[in-house]
Every structure is written in C-alpha cells, then in structure tokens.
C-alpha cells in the first residue's frame, strides 16, 4: 500500500507537499490508520500528528483521512484505503503548525463562546442537584462529545465564515446546556444567539453528521436550538 | 460583536423566517399562475388580462412581487457574506463585498419597480 502523507514543517520548508511511503499490510489482521502512522513514525521520525489515548476518547487524532474527516486511531485502513493508496491530510479549514497538526484556537474560541458550563442562579441544594430520568435522557446523544473537531472542520459554512458561525460542535455543546433541566441560563444563552450567523449559517448540509466518529448529530442540534429560538421569539 | 451590518432585520431568526415565509408566497404564486393555465388550456388574451387584474391577483401580485425582493436579498446577502469575507479575502472584502452589495440592490429594485409597474400597469414614462 502507498500512504501519502501532507509534510510541512515551517523551520525548513516554504510551501506544503506530499510524502509517499510504501507500506507493508499483514495478512492476518486489519489495522487502524493509527498504527500505520506509527510504524512509519518509527521509520520517520519527523512526522509530526497528535494522539493519546488510541482508543477515540481523547479527541486528539483527528484528521483527514483519503478526503474524510475522522479519528486516526478508530478508522480501520481496509475502510479508508482506495485503490491502495492512504491518504492522510490535516483537518481542512484551520491554520497548520506542522504536518498533521493544526491550530484548534479558532475552535476552541467558539466553543467557548456558548459558555459550556452548567449555569444555575437557585441556591445551592444541601448535597446535588438532581434531575429526573427522562430529562437526563435529554442529554444521551450531547454529552458524548469529544472535541475532535471532525465536525466543525468539514463544514462549508464554517470554512467560510469560521470567525462567526459557531460551527457543529459548538452548536452541539450549546444545545447539551440549553436542553438540560438544571441550567436555568436558557434565555441569554437563546438571545447570544440570535444573529444572522452563529446559528443560521447552518444550511444542513450534514457534513458533520458524516464525519462525527462518535456517532453524534449535531445537526439535529442545530434544529432544536432553531426551535427554541423560534419559541422563543414568537 | 458586530455581525451583521446589513442583514434584512438584523435577526437571524427573523431573516429565516421570512426567507421561509416568502419562498411560500411564490410557491403559491407560481402554482396559481399553473395552475390557471391548466384549467384553461385554450386562454386568450383576454381572459388572461382579466385573471392577472382580478383584484385578489393584483394583491397577490403584489405580494409576490415584495416576497421576491426580501427573498432575493436576504438570500444574495447571505451569499455575499459567505463568499467574500475578510477571512478569505483580506482587507479589500468589505469593499468587494459594498460593490456587490450594491449591484444587489439596484437589479432586486429594477425588478421591484418594473414589476410593479407591468402588474399595476403603469405607463412606461414611470419607469
Ligand atoms: S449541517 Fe450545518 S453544521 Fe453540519 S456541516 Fe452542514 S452546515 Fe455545517
Ligand atoms: S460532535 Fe463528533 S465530530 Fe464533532 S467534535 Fe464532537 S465528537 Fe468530534
Ligand atoms: S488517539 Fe485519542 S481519539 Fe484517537
């Protein structure tokens, strides 16, 4: 198999190219494109991509793998690999530091601008707060989210506008406190809302429905919150 | 933050909801038009005038033809700010985008008034 790898390291190259390896599958087994990776690292030392927990927990092994969106370490080569070729290029859309690293600052700048984090203004209970089954059932499909950026990268409106539009994992996360029954923030998170862009520059393409590889539906997300926005404004 | 300078109402939530409610309103329009002229496959002149200036179709018209431009530019805005933005073009955006922004309005007006004027029939010297 070929693997092509995006190469840029900004000490000693002008413009980014392509490296292309020549790699050895076992027979026996199919593995994760993680492990090619770091089989080649071994080889190569200078490649340069994040991972941790190799195991889709940690989030950090996103990137572009033959034109999609997804986690190194969950992506087996047998699913991904065409006309045996791999090719592996860093997430579209936000600045590269090196190789298949990229600077998640404008992501992280969104995702902090929905204010993840439970807001209540009751007074503190004795012990917890507590929250009946079904509406923390309201919350499977939310929380999950690792931050992967998966979403968010292979979304147009997000490549066009990725200083305004809040873009789907952020949306994903502002819906996970909106729809929780011990946030009582609901209204100034709604009325943050409200421009022409953070949340209505989602034109559901569902992009990132495709690429989430934990299984998550930000745009339906996106739906509700146009919901709540919807009651709420009228 | 300022986000949107030139938008229709300045609300996201409006905007698309007008966009909804107007792409409605020429959906309607167009199947009245249709669907006349499959209830009256042998239309002449005449009867064509006497439909198109029946009272409720001036107004319907009318609306219509305002449907059409909020739809036209709320949906050409949104374009223009995906496109030509400072993020992907610099400094000069703003000014692209000005220019365009103003080429919008003139065709969405040209068409508002001539519109107008064939439906209510104006004479031509208002044009
Ligand atoms: S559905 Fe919305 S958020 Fe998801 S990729 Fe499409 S435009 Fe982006
Ligand atoms: S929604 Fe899915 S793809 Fe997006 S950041 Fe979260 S885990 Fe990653
Ligand atoms: S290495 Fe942690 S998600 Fe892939």
Redesign the interface.
């Known amino acids: 198999m070929q693997v092509s790898i995006y190469r840029f390291i900004p000490d000693s190259d002008s413009e980014p190219r392509m490296q292309d390896y020549e790699y050895d599958l076992p027979d026996d087994r199919d593995l994760m494109v993680l492990e090619v990776l770091e089989n080649l690292k071994a080889q190569d030392p200078s490649i340069g991509y994040r991972r941790s927990c190799r195991e889709g927990v940690c989030g950090s092994d996103g990137m572009n793998i033959n034109g999609q969106n997804g986690l190194a370490c969950k992506t087996p080569v047998s699913e991904a690999v065409s006309r045996d070729r791999l090719v592996l290029r860093p997430l579209p859309g936000l600045p590269v530091i090196r190789d298949l690293i990229v600077d998640m600052s404008q992501f992280y700048r969104q995702y902090e601008r929905v204010e993840p984090f439970l807001t209540n203004d009751n007074p503190r209970p004795a012990q917890e707060r507590l929250q009946s089954q079904e509406d923390r059932e309201k919350l499977d499909g939310l929380y999950e989210c690792i931050l992967c950026a998966c979403c968010t990268t292979s979304c147009p409106s997000f490549w066009w506008n990725p200083d305004k539009f809040l873009g789907p994992a952020a949306l994903l996360q502002s819906y996970r406190f909106l729809a929780d029954s011990r946030d009582t923030a609901t209204e100034e998170r709604l009325s943050k809302l409200d421009d022409p862009f953070s949340v209505f520059r989602c034109r559901g393409v569902m992009n990132c429905v495709n690429a989430c590889p934990k299984d998550l539906n930000p745009t339906r997300a996106i739906n509700e919150i146009r919901t709540l926005l919807i009651k709420n404004g009228t | 933050?300022v986000?949107?300078a030139t938008?229709f109402s300045?609300?996201?939530?409006?905007?698309?909801?007008l966009q909804r409610v107007t792409a409605v309103v020429l959906g309607l329009y167009a199947l009245c038009i249709i669907g006349f002229l499959v209830a009256n496959p042998d239309v002449d002149q005449i009867r064509w005038v006497r439909y198109m200036t029946s009272p409720v179709m001036l107004v319907f018209g009318t609306l219509t033809i305002l449907s059409f431009a909020v739809h036209a530019w709320i949906g050409m805005w949104?374009v223009g700010?995906?496109?030509l933005?400072e993020?992907?073009m610099g400094k000069y955006a703003s000014l692209v985008r000005l220019l365009y922004q103003g080429f919008v309005v003139l065709v969405v007006f040209t068409y508002l008034l001539i519109g107008l004027g064939v439906l209510w029939r104006l004479p031509a010297i208002f044009l």
């Open positions: 933050m986000v949107n938008s300045r609300s996201g939530l409006t905007d698309f909801l949104t700010t995906d496109y933005s993020h992907k």
